[in-house]
């Protein structure tokens, strides 16, 4: 929490940065040159150095997401039609399906770290006041809000299910009692849920909400900011040219 | 300003599906500058009597008047949510906003105050709890008291007439009791307090009532 609380600090103006995210993240994802992944990677990387955030919770996140690719890379270079390069007991790897899971690796991570980058480092408050600024549909915003916000608790309601099964001496096992124990605390938790939620709400009408958030503080552009639009524009620039091959 | 008769409750009824009346037939009124307990067993009631008063649960029967109106619809307790604060329970189901500021904006911002008024109200009533400088903090890194002392900032900032606040000292360490004491004993105040904890209530209040078979009776 502490390091939550640090982070709300901000760097780049949010609205800049869901902006870029999402422009960033289209042009990659859409792209099927190898040219404008590897630089869209390499700009990742620069930005999350220029940012300065936390690299070992980068890195951390990113061992998850390339857990799932590299489940890809045992399947693709296998499945993809093509010219064959090399052979694992009868297993034929293609060069195409090589280059599919090449590109699919560099894609995914670039867009990735920059979303770690720029989203999570600025703290969900900026966040949510970025997006009622950049008119996001209020009731899209709550149910991002509300959803992160009762996570949290939601889920130490069920570390604390879990410690009361633990003193009741419940040790799970592959039984009918395990199995209906772990349906009892999912249900428990549902109807917990769902009461919070009702509460909470009765708390908002007590202090006369009316559907409608209203922030206190809203964003100026800042000269860093200026900075940074300057170099994302730049940034997507260059990835727009060399996905049209004009610039070599 | 100067009404006598703040809250009356004439003939209530409720009851929860499947369950007997938990409240028949009950007559309750609050006056002005008046401090009311109500202490009694657990599910007698207590709560459900101040759900009913915020207009949170509508009664089966008999009539609901506040600040000399009847409230029968969503739309008639809007005022009354304006002017009368209610403390929950658990301050955990009345915090929900992203930091200990907009916490506090809250209830001011909704009823069109503005914003450099809330700047104010935010720091004068985050003051009067003893929070100053914890505004960018969030709320639910806070301690159990920490945050039972904002969620009283929160209803304060709305400047209530009247109070309802809900076990307000229960799972309280001393210090933080002693606290919202001196709080609640600035003049001026209407309240009510619902509490298990007869020798705060007997410090804090004129009145004592308890709830029974779903009658209020007052204690002499």
């Known amino acids: ?248 | 300003m100067e009404q006598i008769n703040l809250i009356n409750l004439k003939g209530v009824c409720f009851g929860y599906p499947q369950r007997p009346d938990l409240l028949s037939d009950l007559d309750f009124t609050l006056n002005f500058q008046e401090r009311v307990g109500i202490i009694g067993p657990n599910g007698c009631g207590k709560t459900t009597l101040l759900y009913i008063i915020m207009g949170l649960i509508k009664p089966r029967r008999g009539e609901v008047e506040i600040f000399g109106k009847t409230r029968r619809e969503e739309g008639d307790f809007k005022e009354v949510r304006k002017k009368i604060g209610f403390l929950f329970q658990n301050s955990d189901d009345q915090l929900f906003c992203p930091s200990v500021k907009e916490e506090v904006a809250f209830g001011p911002l909704n009823f069109g105050v503005n914003k450099e008024m809330v700047q104010k109200i935010v720091a004068d009533t985050l003051a009067r709890v003893g929070l100053s400088g914890f505004e960018p903090r969030t709320p639910y890194s806070l301690s159990g008291g920490e945050k039972r002392r904002l969620a009283l900032a929160t209803i304060f900032a709305m400047n209530p007439e009247v109070l309802l606040l809900d076990e307000p000292t229960i799972g309280l360490d001393e210090e933080t009791v002693i606290r919202i004491k001196e709080i609640l004993k600035s003049p001026g105040l209407s309240y009510i307090i619902v509490s298990q904890n007869r020798l705060f209530l007997k410090e804090l209040t004129d009145i004592q009532y308890t709830i029974n078979n779903g009658k209020i009776k007052r204690i002499e």
């Open chain 1, 1 to 248: 929490m502490k390091e939550f609380e640090l982070r709300s600090g901000r760097l780049i103006d949010p609205r800049v940065s869901i902006i870029y995210t999402l422009i960033f993240s289209i042009i990659i994802a859409l792209s099927s040159n190898m040219l404008v992944a590897v630089v869209g990677l390499i700009s990742s990387i620069i930005l999350t150095i220029l940012i300065a955030i936390n690299i070992a919770m980068i890195l951390r996140r990113l061992l998850i997401v390339n857990i799932f690719i590299l489940i890809l890379w045992l399947i693709l270079p296998f499945s993809t039609p093509g010219p064959i390069i090399f052979s694992i007991g009868g297993l034929k790897a293609s060069m195409s399906g090589v280059s599919y899971a090449l590109l699919i690796s560099l894609k995914s991570n670039a867009i990735v770290i920059t979303a770690i980058s720029l989203l999570s480092s600025g703290g969900i408050f900026n966040l949510v006041r970025a997006l009622s600024d950049l008119r996001i549909p209020d009731k899209l915003i709550y149910i991002f809000f509300l959803f992160y916000r009762y996570t949290y608790v939601l889920f130490s309601e069920y570390e604390t299910i879990k410690q009361g099964l633990k003193i009741r001496g419940f040790e799970p096992k592959t039984s009918f009692h395990t199995y209906r124990t772990y349906g009892y605390v999912l249900g428990a938790l549902l109807l917990k849920g769902y009461e919070r939620s009702e509460k909470i709400h009765r708390a908002m009408l007590c202090r006369g909400f009316e559907g409608k958030y209203r922030l206190l503080d809203h964003f100026r552009i800042g000269p860093n900011d200026l900075i940074a639009i300057f170099m994302m524009a730049l940034n997507i620039i260059i990835l727009l040219l060399l996905q049209w091959n004009r610039l070599i």
